[in-house]
């Protein structure tokens, strides 16, 4: 469903250096997958991410959706960021509406959409509120509503979980394998947590870095739907072994990397 072929990215560094973010990246992800992606900071995961998104454009390759080149953003494609990306001024209500509004949904569709989302993510009665009343975990949900509100078929979501706190992270990760298990969502998530990348995934992409390549893919085979009893799936051996594995992975990477320079 999404092919990403030959993507390739530099940036120009603060000292006029030429920082390569992304070489030659191929990946395909399929329809309906949860794909997460793990790697050493720095690695070009959020640029890969936003040029899926749209919001940035490649150096060379391209990649489809569908078939269709990406050439900016456009509502097959939601972004969920780390720092949540909320209008301040706005309620939870139009902030979740916001999308809506500008694709030019009337105002009664909207909110009822808004409404039953907002409901899903279980912030029912806190529609009027604005983002500086709630906490970081209230504030994420308000992030996912409001990437769902436009109906995407793929969710882009950069680390949406970094900022919120253990216990919250959980109840999210949670919600959030129950919301895709319900929809044909494909999901490309990025994470830093090793646990986190396996429990959500059907393939974990790890990343190494600079420039950004994709080192290798690690399949999943945990039982789905995994929403219901994820302290169970945590206890089980395949678990821990994926887990150990990509461990002894990123610290090869990390090893290579600083034997390299
Ligand atoms: N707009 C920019 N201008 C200059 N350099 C940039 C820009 N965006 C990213 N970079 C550089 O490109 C490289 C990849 O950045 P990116 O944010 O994609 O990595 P990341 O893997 O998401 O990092 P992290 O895990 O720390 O969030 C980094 O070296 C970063 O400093």
């Not at 949540?84 to 916001?98: C, E, K, S």
């Not at 190494?208 to 039982?223: C, D, N, T």
């Amino acid at each position: 469903m999404i092919e990403i072929r030959g993507l390739s990215k530099s940036f120009v560094g603060q000292d006029g250096g030429r920082v390569r973010a992304l070489r030659e990246v191929d990946l395909d992800v399929a329809e309906n997958e949860f794909l997460t992606v793990l790697g050493p900071s720095g690695c070009g995961k959020t640029t890969l991410l936003k040029i899926v998104a749209g919001l940035v454009p490649a150096d060379s390759g391209e990649v489809r959706v569908d078939g269709v080149p990406v050439l900016g953003p456009g509502p097959d494609r939601s972004m969920v960021f780390q720092n949540f990306a909320l209008l301040p001024w706005a309620t939870v209500l139009d902030n979740v509406a916001f999308g809506l509004e500008m694709r030019g949904v009337g105002r009664t569709e909207r909110e009822e959409r808004a409404r039953s989302l907002i409901a899903t993510v279980g912030l029912a009665g806190f529609e009027t509120k604005r983002p500086a009343e709630l906490s970081g975990g209230m504030q994420q949900r308000v992030g996912i509503a409001r990437a769902l509100a436009v109906q995407p078929r793929v969710l882009l979501m950069d680390e949406p979980f970094g900022a919120v706190d253990e216990q919250t992270r959980r109840l999210l990760q949670e919600e959030l394998l129950s919301i895709w298990e319900e929809s044909r969502l494909t999901v490309v998530f990025i994470t830093h947590s090793m646990e986190e990348a396996v429990l959500l995934g059907d393939r974990v992409v790890l990343m190494s870095a600079r420039p950004g390549q994709i080192a290798e893919i690690v399949p999943v085979p945990l039982e789905r739907p995994r929403s219901s009893d994820v302290g169970a799936l945590e206890r089980s051996g395949e678990y821990v072994e994926i887990t150990a594995y990509l461990w002894d992975r990123l610290r090869d990477m990390h090893h290579e990397h600083r034997a390299a320079r």
